[in-house]
């Protein structure tokens, strides 16, 4: 079966791009060779003028070149030849003696977009789902069919570099402000204006496009010296952001860079050699299995295949206003458009509540990612009441109340009361066992816990925990609806901490005993972010709340014993009303809501004498380990249901860097032997919270691993 399917109309070829038995178009080895021929076929046509590109797909343009190819790759000669070849296609694209027009509907993506930045004219449709990027840096790779070139040509430097090394999208309308398409039409008309496009370039040719960007534009991107300023800047804020973890997006920068000061051809050969190092590095190769994880997850439900049949939510019910309540009530509004009930006490809280969730639409509004006709329509969906009215309506129920077991209790009973009798009951806890939660429940089986992470509109986790009585079909509706509210969403076992309390616990505990041990807050913090997590352990303290914090450690202490004690500082610190960031006091000093430096005063709060004494490398090992070890025990114990739950949990949760793999990734990669040994030393002189996992000791003994992968999308 083949991808291209040609009518001809007036003299143009019409292409459509349909491939079969795959969701999504793909630069496969083989869509590639049945286009090369195509465009053979058409140049030799004489009653063929001009090509107009358009997908068969009906939401999709193409998703770029085949991921899984990255992963196959034997070595660097065999990546570098593949961009070479995908260069070669786009430059016969390029050189075609006809007019090429393409016609883009849908994500337009990698190698998709270069195809379109080959072509001679570009039209998009103006539907939210039409999306122009290079994601590649985001797989450790570059574009590498000629993107760093020939985007920066068509847009100049800083813009293209603004896209290419963030790895970004655009929106259609933003593409077309950049210069990245010609037109912008309605999805309905995208077709006849594509064609009007291809009769009118079949007789006067490719128009000339004026530069962009007035003066700033010819000043920094005109000229070499303005283009060597932005390459520094560009370098800079590379380097700030990635710590020099990430070798792409700097690769791709000098894949530009020498393009734009040596010529196209220097510029494709820069290219394609750096492509063949990048996609055979490890790095590279972490964020593809990343990439697998996260799109199986997106089938995955949580339950085995064909056990349960998901309830549609159309009507959402959330209890409790505070910050965690009015965050699920708007993230739902903003991502999945069903109607939301918000409840509280008293109609002042509610009020509050809605404030706060129509906040998040005026974000999403800011940004542009939607318009002010949905804005309207979506804040419409928004209600409040002090009591159960509208409840009976509800399909699903989250409450979000206050982290106390009576508390929660008395909700699911008051809600077991009110909801319909085949509304699922959700409790968002980070803490409480979710089957003590449900054991007064009459249908246990309908209750489950939704454990979201604060702030719910931008973190992209949701651990969704099953109580002992919880029904596949509750599980299914709770992992679809999580889904819809944009949410990456694993389901975990009900252990104390679930997934990613349990693994963070130990870390953060570890950070405390080295404080205590006079390691200064900044070499703690610094050298984690050096590892590289977004924040330090101390900073995230912060950023947690030293109340919510220290309840959470006790639980788990209470739960796991001595292994789990926290460092005594979190108390000394409550006890000097210091809360974090939330009350602009805690480790760190907090100025108009902004992070200022280490609070010099809490040293003095916590008898503590700074000094350099603990190694940055005793530092990384003892909080590295300490997280490792956990990880091991926990996913011996069943709380995820995979390697690739706890690992995309770790990452997404707390900001494990995501080029590592994450900790199980990580215990493969080190070896579970090396990683026993060095516990069995951090256990001698740390004591016994070091002792490691019986898991992994086993592991160690019989050489096995968490993945039984060789990094494919099998994981
Ligand atoms: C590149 O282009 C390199 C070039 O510069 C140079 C080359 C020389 N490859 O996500 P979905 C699969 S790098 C292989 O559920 P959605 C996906 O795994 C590429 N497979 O759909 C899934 O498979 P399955 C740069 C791919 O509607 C199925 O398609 N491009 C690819 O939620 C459906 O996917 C990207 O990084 C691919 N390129 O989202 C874009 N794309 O059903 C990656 C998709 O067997 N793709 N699949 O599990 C995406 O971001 C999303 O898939 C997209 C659709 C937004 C397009």
């Known amino acids: 079966m083949s991808t291209f399917t040609v009518v001809e109309e007036q003299g143009v070829a019409v292409v459509s791009i349909d491939q079969p038995g795959s969701p999504v178009n793909i630069l496969t080895a083989a869509v590639k060779a049945e286009f090369e021929s195509l465009l053979e076929r058409l140049r030799a046509e004489k009653a063929v003028r001009a090509i107009l590109l358009l997908s068969g797909k009906p939401d999709g ?145 490719v128009p000339r496009r004026p530069r962009r960007g ?69 790095v590279s190769r972490k964020l593809v299995q990343i990439f697998f994880a996260t799109t199986a997850l997106k089938k995955d439900d949580g339950v085995a295949p064909g056990t349960a049949t998901p309830r549609p939510v159309r009507r959402l019910g959330v209890v409790g206003s505070g910050f965690m309540g009015s965050g699920i009530a708007g993230t739902a509004v903003s991502q999945a458009g069903v109607e939301v009930r918000l409840k509280d006490a008293d109609l002042v809280r509610v009020g509050k509540g809605l404030k706060a969730s129509v906040g998040i639409l005026d974000g999403r509004l800011k940004r542009r990612r939607i318009t002010r006709q949905e804005y309207e329509r979506l804040s419409a969906l928004l209600s409040g009441t002090a009591d159960f009215s509208g409840f009976p309506r509800a399909d699903l129920v989250i409450e979000a109340v206050f982290e106390e077991l009576s508390v929660k209790r008395s909700v699911v009973a008051d809600l077991e009361a009110t909801v319909g009798e085949r509304a699922i009951i959700a409790t968002n806890t980070s803490t409480i066992p979710i089957t003590d939660i449900a054991a007064g429940a009459h249908h246990p089986d309908r209750v489950l816990g939704m454990h979201f992470f604060s702030p719910v509109d931008r973190m992209p986790l949701l651990e969704v925990i099953p109580g002992a009585a919880t029904s596949p079909d509750a599980i299914a509706t709770a992992v679809q609806f999580g889904r819809r509210m944009g949410k990456t969403v694993i389901v975990v076992a009900d252990r104390p901490g679930f997934w990613v309390n349990r693994i963070l616990s130990p870390y953060l505990n570890e950070a405390g005993h080295l404080l205590t041990e006079g390691t200064p807050i900044e070499a703690i913090d610094r050298t984690m972010t050096r590892f590289g997590f977004p924040v330090g352990p101390i900073a995230l303290l912060d950023e947690v709340g030293l109340d919510v914090a220290a309840k959470g450690g006790g639980v788990m202490h209470q739960a796991f014993g001595e292994r789990l004690a926290p460092a005594d500082v979190i108390g000394r610190m409550l006890a000097d009303k210091r809360l974090g960031r939330k009350s602009g006091r805690g480790f760190y000093r907090y100025q108009d809501g902004k992070k200022a430096g280490v609070d010099a005063e809490v040293y003095r709060l916590l008898a503590i004498s700074p000094s350099d004494r603990v190694s940055p490398q005793t530092i990384e090992q003892r909080l590295v380990y300490a997280m490792l070890n956990e990880a091991a025990m926990a996913a011996g114990e069943g709380v995820v249901r995979s390697p690739r739950d706890g690992d995309i949990g770790a990452i997404f949760g707390i900001g494990f860097p995501p080029f590592r793999g994450g900790p199980l990734r990580m215990i493969d990669d080190l070896g579970a032997a090396q990683v026993v040994s060095t516990l069995r030393a951090l256990e001698a002189e740390f004591g016994p919270r070091f002792a490691p996992a019986a898991s992994l000791v086993a592991m160690a003994e019989h050489g096995g691993r968490f993945y039984d992968d060789s990094g494919s999308r099998a994981a």
């Open 61 to 205: 343009f193409i998703a770029g070149a085949d991921i899984e190819q990255f992963v196959a790759l034997p070595n660097q000669a065999a990546a570098e030849a593949l961009s070479r070849d995908g260069q070669a296609t786009m430059d016969r694209v390029a050189a075609f003696p006809k007019p090429i027009i393409v016609a883009v509907h849908g994500a337009c993506l990698g190698g998709g977009l270069e195809l379109a930045l080959a072509c001679h004219y570009r039209l998009a449709s103006n539907h939210p789902k039409t999306q122009l990027g290079l994601p590649e840096v985001q797989l450790g790779i570059l574009p590498g069919a000629g993107g760093c070139q020939r985007l920066p040509r068509l847009i100049g430097v800083r813009a293209a570099l603004d896209i290419i090394l963030a790895g970004k999208s655009e929106r259609a309308a933003k593409a077309l402000k950049l210069g990245m398409v010609d037109e912008l039409v309605p999805p309905s008309l995208l077709r006849s204006a594509a064609m009007a496009a291809a009769l009118r370039l079949m007789e006067s040719g």
């Open 214 to 282: 007035g003066l700033a534009g010819l000043l920094l991107d005109g000229n070499p010296l303005g283009r060597a300023l932005v390459y520094r800047m560009a370098r800079k804020s590379v380097l700030a952001k990635t710590g020099g973890h990430y070798p792409a997006p700097l690769s791709a920068l000098e894949a530009v860079r020498t393009g734009m000061e040596r010529g196209l051809r220097a510029g494709l050969v820069d290219e394609h050699r750096r492509f063949g190092e990048l996609a055979v590095s490890p």
